[in-house]
């Protein structure tokens, strides 16, 4: 019985793991983001100017789920944006969200 109710709990914890966001690796990310998203977003995600969110200390997942929305197509439909997901692997999304969630927001304020 108890041998029973211990893989039930080994089956919910490996589920749920696999739901998770795989973390990436934030050295593969930044060179990525170099040679692609820095014209844009800057080199650590501090964006080049106002048409351009920052991306630097953003959550991960919120990051990764932003550019799979853009890759799929779906709640978010910009068309630079798509373009610039479209060729991302799921190992990329991970590796530039790892990136720039790990770089200094900082503090903007207007006064
Ligand atoms: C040509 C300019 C340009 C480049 C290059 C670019 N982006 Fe973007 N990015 C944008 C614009 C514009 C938006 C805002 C789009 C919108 O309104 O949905 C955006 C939005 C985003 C967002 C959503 C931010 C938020 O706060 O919700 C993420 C994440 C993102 N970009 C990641 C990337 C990554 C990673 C790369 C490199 C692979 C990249 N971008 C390359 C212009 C660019």
Redesign the pocket.
């Known amino acids: 019985m108890s041998r029973i109710f211990a893989s039930l709990i080994l089956a919910v914890g490996l589920s749920s793991a696999l739901a998770a966001q795989a973390s990436g690796n934030p050295t593969k990310g930044e060179e ?2 170099k040679v ?2 820095a ?3 800057g080199a650590h995600g501090e964006s080049a100017g106002p ?3 920052k ?1 630097a200390g ?1 959550p991960e997942d919120y ?1 990764q789920t ?2 799979k929305h853009y890759k799929a197509g779906v709640r ?1 439909k ?1 068309p ?2 798509m373009g ?1 997901a479209a060729g ?1 692997s799921d190992q990329d999304i991970a590796d ?1 969200a790892a990136w720039f969630t790990s770089q200094d927001a900082g503090l903007y304020t207007k006064y």
């Open positions: 990525k983001a692609v998203c014209a844009c977003h048409d351009f969110p991306l953003q990051l932003a550019l978010r910009n630079i944006m610039m991302l530039l």
